[in-house]
């Protein structure tokens, strides 16, 4: 079996507590395990010995927390997977960009979040964050400026300042832009009321971002958040490339977390097997887990744009509903 696109989240564990992240673990009410970089280990050489992965996402929590990050990252380059790490940037080292050079990563991708520091900082609720963050994409430009992403979760807060935002990105040197709406889960179901963008905010946001992107063609823009096509048609919008996920494994982001737990993709908050106890293929292809997410939700009965659409994130509604089997959250925030 070939999976294209994995995360893989390194450890639950994080310096930040961002208050629109998506871990279905971070709610706030438990305190989170510390990084355990030896099962980390244990895990990836076990999955590896299961599957080829093509892109195989370090994620987290904060990656960078795990002392042996590289040791990993060159264990699955060597396995022959693109590596990518989503790092909040703030404990990242030129040390550590320098060792990712040499491994050959294929991305570092780091929240630029404002121009403005304060708004970044209260979305990361860590001060300082803003600084450490354009200091890290700064670093990464200097040494991989090919490699080197920023994403820009774009909330109710950050929404009216994303062309200032944007010219920030491309003052740091950065070529490549993820553009993802707010989604609800983890710590952003605590925080929905300041954060949740109604839908002519979400419009303006991608407008004022096709616009910035018109302009600016050596930059890409990837959306990566699915959104129902009832609450945005992405038509608009050319030249910012929208992705959406699929019930198909091949066609969306498997996660396996570093106690070897699978789940439908990383928003997902349901664990459908663990790698140490059967094969990675033996779970996916499994038809009760396939039967779980096969389903149709009443809502999107009759939509033609169901094949395309799928519900939009349905791992959003595992979260905030507890059911696959409900269309994305947002279909319910008002026009
Ligand atoms: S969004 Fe990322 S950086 Fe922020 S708390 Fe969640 S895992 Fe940490
Ligand atoms: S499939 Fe469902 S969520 Fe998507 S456009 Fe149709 S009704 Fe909306």
Same mark, same amino acid.
């Given at each position: ?199 002519? !905010? ?5 407008? =004022?971002?096709?616009? #910035?992107?018109?302009? %600016?063609? @050596?930059? /890409?823009?990837? &959306? ?70 096969? !389903? ?5 009965? =009759?939509?033609?744009? #169901?094949?395309?659409? %799928?519900? @939009?994130? /349905?791992?959003? &509604? ?18």
């Amino acid at each position: 079996m070939k999976i294209d696109n994995l995360v893989f989240e390194l450890t639950q564990a994080c310096n930040q507590s961002c208050r629109f992240c998506y871990n279905y673990w971070r709610d706030g009410s438990t305190p989170l395990p510390g990084p355990d970089p030896v099962l980390a280990r244990k895990t990836l050489k076990k999955l590896l010995s299961q599957t080829s992965v093509g892109t195989l996402a370090f994620s987290g929590g904060e990656p960078l927390l795990l002392p042996n990050i590289h040791d990993l990252a060159l264990y699955a380059r060597f396995k022959g997977c693109r590596v990518n790490v989503l790092t909040n940037g703030t404990l990242l080292t030129q040390d550590a960009v320098d060792n990712f050079k040499h491994i050959g990563l294929s991305a570092i991708q780091i929240p630029i979040l404002s121009a403005d520091p304060a708004v970044h900082d209260t979305l990361t609720n860590l001060p300082g964050s803003w600084r450490k963050a354009t200091a890290a994409a700064s670093m990464v430009v200097g040494v991989m400026p090919r490699e080197a992403c920023s994403v820009l979760v774009i909330t109710r807060e950050n929404a009216p300042g994303i062309t200032e935002t944007l010219e920030l990105i491309k003052k740091l040197g950065i070529s490549q832009v993820m553009v993802n709406r707010f989604n609800l889960g983890g710590m952003g179901l605590k925080n929905k009321s300041s954060l949740t963008l109604d839908r002519d !905010t979400l419009k303006k946001a991608f407008a =004022d971002t096709e616009s #910035f992107a018109a302009a %600016n063609p @050596g930059i /890409r823009f990837v &959306s990566g958040v699915c959104t129902p096509l009832c609450v945005m048609d992405p038509a608009p919008y050319p030249h910012i490339r929208f992705t959406w996920c699929s019930t198909d494994f091949s066609r969306r982001p498997v996660a396996v977390s570093y106690t070897g737990d699978v789940r439908f993709c990383n928003h997902s908050p349901h664990v459908i097997g663990n790698i140490h106890q059967r094969s990675i293929s033996d779970i996916l292809t499994d038809p009760v887990n396939i039967g779980r997410y096969a !389903t149709v939700p009443d809502h999107c009965r =009759d939509c033609s744009l #169901f094949p395309r659409c %799928n519900g @939009g994130c /349905r791992a959003a &509604s595992e979260q905030v509903y507890g059911s696959f089997n409900l269309p994305d959250p947002v279909v319910e925030v008002g026009h």
